[in-house]
């Protein structure tokens, strides 16, 4: 069979994969089930938290650059859940990452909240509080997802698991303060009053239906998620919301909760043949608003040692995407392009209340009503971020595609409320990989992408002007972060 003649035959679908070129893969027909449903009982394992954030903590790169919402493949289950109309039998991915993030801060001396301002004259206390953080963390990052039409021209759903929202952070020990017994908190980093190490996820679990207009080349779908979020933050703290190096103390929050979240998209095909491809999604935020985590908040000083019942409340933003994918010139390079715009302008405000309790705080940060219910309470005002990138794939033969791209992503976090905890900034992305039909139904790929932030420098911040339970040290310097993905995935078709 030559090149052409498997192009002219995969414009409809066919009963066996012999020789469909790799493009075509979705117009493989199977009439059998049995592993789309062990493919949803898989789903019920657990997976690690994801190790990097894009704008805020949305991940900048959730598994391989095949992800797309205009591409037909299982990975559309989260990027837009109608592509799976594009689609034809059964079709499962299995994606990992190897995920490198490093993140450097230099905290500068007009960052310094002492308790009294006569201490920014004591060496120790500076020396403690100053000078640069690094952290350097390896995490995996899991994707997996299955979809089928069941032999059906006009239905077809999917299911997927995995953890688009978070981050896994661990500062280096500064080597300088090993064993100093007498400032024993300095040795956690300079940064430490807004993170020593954390784990924050989101993970999703979620089931997409949609109906398909064979004719048309049209087809629409919903998808429903259960959210499972954690948190476990540990920090220096002082009650009072300074840096003082005399009364010291750590504080651990471990919180978790469940939330529901949904996701609806459209997919079209204006011309056969996959010339010309376009999808768009809108995407929910989990808890359709605010977001409650409940746990434990354990705080210990030399004067204090405090374990109590809460809630963490933050909130997760609405994402929209759209994306196209042409070949313009043949069958042996297609373009795509794809864009990204999420609803971080919600997120006013983290906090950590008493259990069941509320969160109300004035403009100057200070609680309003009853005392004592809001425990710490950290001024975000994210603002609206989105990102767009660019790519090719270009076929080398019918079963072998070499793709890449690059790309941008704008920073949720104003200078103004950077900190450790968040490490934003504007993203400039690269990726390159390849993949191969290796046996009958099997795609075998790997890719790699790079995200370097731009070097952040912030003003002189105010956390520390706040009132009551929202004063916290201000986090003044330099940022700097960078992220490599390694990916390796397979794909099967019936």
């Known amino acids: 069979m030559t090149r052409n003649d498997a192009l002219n035959q995969s414009a409809a679908p066919v009963a066996s994969a012999e020789g469909v070129p790799l493009r075509f893969f979705s117009r493989l027909t199977w009439r059998r089930t049995s592993l789309f449903v062990i493919a949803g009982v898989a789903l019920s394992t657990g997976f690690s938290a994801s190790p990097a954030r894009a704008s805020g903590y949305l991940n900048p790169r959730l598994a391989d650059p095949h992800g797309h919402p205009a591409l037909a493949n299982p990975y559309a289950i989260y990027f837009n859940p109608a592509a799976l109309g594009g689609l034809r039998g059964t079709h499962v991915v299995v994606d990992g990452t190897l995920a490198w993030r490093t993140a ?47 032999g059906l021209q006009n239905f077809f759903a999917g299911i997927g698991a995995y953890v688009p929202f ?11 303060f090993v064993g100093n017994t007498s400032v ?27 109906f398909r207009l064979p004719e048309e080349r049209l087809s629409f779908a919903v998808s429903g998620s259960v959210v499972l979020s954690s948190i476990a933050h540990y920090q220096a703290r002082n009650l009072a919301g300074n840096d003082d190096i005399t009364s010291e103390g750590h504080a651990l929050v471990d919180v978790s909760g469940v939330q529901g979240s949904m ?43 405090t374990n109590q019942d809460v809630d963490l409340l933050l909130t997760y933003p609405d994402v929209i995407r759209a994306g196209v994918a042409a070949m313009p010139w043949g069958s042996s390079i297609e373009l795509r392009l794809d864009a ?83 490490p934003d900034s504007f993203k400039l992305m ?22 370097g932030y731009l070097s952040a420098d912030t003003n002189h911040q105010d956390f520390f002007a706040q009132a009551g339970a929202s004063r916290m040290p201000n986090e003044d310097g330099t940022y700097g972060s960078k992220l490599m993905f390694f990916n390796i995935n397979a794909a099967f078709a019936f």
């Open 430 to 451: 690269g990726s390159l990989g390849a993949r191969r039909e290796v046996a009958t139904g099997v795609v075998i790929g790997a890719s790699y992408t790079y995200v």
């Open 166 to 176: 978070g981050g896994v952070a661990k500062f280096d020990q500064r080597d300088s």
């Open 184 to 210: 024993p908190g300095a040795v956690d980093g300079p940064q430490r009053w807004a993170l020593i190490s954390g784990v924050q996820q989101a993970l999703f679990t979620t089931a997409a239906a949609g």
């Open 104 to 150: 450097d801060f230099t905290r500068r001396a007009s960052a310094l909240s002492p308790q009294a301002p006569g201490t920014v004259n004591d060496p120790t206390y500076v020396e403690a509080n100053t000078g640069d953080a690094h952290a350097s963390n390896l995490v995996g990052l899991p994707f997996i997802a299955a979809s089928s039409d069941f």
């Open 340 to 422: 990204e715009y999420v609803l971080w302008s919600a997120f006013e405000r983290q906090c950590v209340v008493i259990r069941g309790q509320a969160c109300n705080i004035g403009a100057d940060g200070s609680e309003i009503g009853p005392g004592s219910q809001v425990l710490l309470a950290v001024r975000r005002k994210w603002k609206n971020a989105g990102g767009v990138r660019a790519g090719l794939g270009y076929f080398l033969d019918d079963k072998t595609e070499i793709y890449g791209a690059v790309g941008f992503d704008t920073s949720a976090v104003a200078k103004a409320n950077l900190e450790p905890t968040y």
């Open 263 to 305: 996701t609806a998209g459209v997919y079209w095909e204006p011309l056969p043949e996959h010339k010309l491809r376009v999808g768009a999604s809108y995407a929910v935020r989990p808890g359709f608003g605010g977001v409650r985590l409940s746990g434990t908040l354990r705080q210990h000083s030399p004067a204090y040692d």
